[in-house]
Structures are given as structure tokens and as C-alpha cells.
Nanobody, 128 residues
Framework: VQLQASGGGLVQAGGSLRLSCAVSGRSFSRFIMGWFRQAPGKERKFVGGIGWGGNSGNSTYYTDSVKGRFTISRDNAKNTVYLQMNSLIPEDTAVYYC???????????????????WGQGTQVTVSS
């Protein structure tokens, strides 16, 4: 399984970006997918995640700081998960990573150790 994240860039505060994460391999539709971010000198932190159809239909879960601004969705036909980021603020600046949990669990995990596969990261920079 390989993950390829894309869509990062430089944006002014208040702007929007959409990140994509393309996943190769079978059984994508049964993966829980997560997005994490890591700012310079800081630990990698959970941003949000989306379940698979077996656990209450692609339910989503977000960290408090992005609720109402970020939206995660998935397209199982394209093996892709998206992170739509609106109303960006400088504090959102980080490298963003997508991750896959293939264990068929029922909950979106917030701990990076929950996830089995990781993308390479894409830089998001929000200027003030």
C-alpha cells in the first residue's frame, strides 16, 4: 500500500486549499483514513479522519482546532481521500500527512501509532 499526498502550497490567511491523498493497493474502501500535521519542532498531531462504510458510514472526526473549517471526504472509486481546508490561519502551517489504518477497526484513531501506512507529506504555509 502506498499513499501519495498532494495539494499543499502557500496561501494567505482566510484562504482555502484542498489536499488529496491517493492510495494504491486493494481494500481502500475498508481503510480508516487519517490526516495529521507536523509543524517545525513539534510532534505530529491528529487533524481529522474518516471511517469506512462498515462503521457507521464514513463518519468523520476532527480535532477541535479545525472543526467547522476543515472537511474530510473520500471517493472509494478513485481510492482517494480529501482534506478541504477553509478559513486557513497561520497556525495551520505545517507538513500535512495522510495515513491509513487497515485493521478494520470501528473508530478513527487519533494516535499516529494506530496507522499502518503513511504518505510523504505536503507542505501547507499560511501567511498572515
Amino acid at each position: 500500500v502506498q499513499l501519495q499526498a498532494s495539494g499543499g502550497g502557500l496561501v494567505q490567511a482566510g484562504g482555502s486549499l484542498r489536499l488529496s491523498c491517493a492510495v494504491s493497493g486493494r481494500s481502500f474502501s475498508r481503510f480508516i483514513m487519517g490526516w495529521f500535521r507536523q509543524a517545525p519542532g513539534k510532534e505530529r498531531k491528529f487533524v481529522g479522519g474518516i471511517g469506512w462504510g462498515g462503521n457507521s458510514g464514513n463518519s468523520t472526526y476532527y480535532t477541535d482546532s479545525v472543526k467547522g473549517r476543515f472537511t474530510i471526504s473520500r471517493d472509494n472509486a478513485k481510492n482517494t481521500v480529501y482534506l478541504q481546508m477553509n478559513s486557513l490561519i497561520p497556525e495551520d502551517t505545517a507538513v500535512y500527512y495522510c495515513a491509513a489504518d487497515h485493521n478494520g477497526g470501528l473508530r478513527v484513531g487519533v494516535n499516529p501509532l494506530t496507522y499502518d501506512y503513511w504518505g510523504q507529506g505536503t507542505q501547507v504555509t499560511v501567511s498572515s
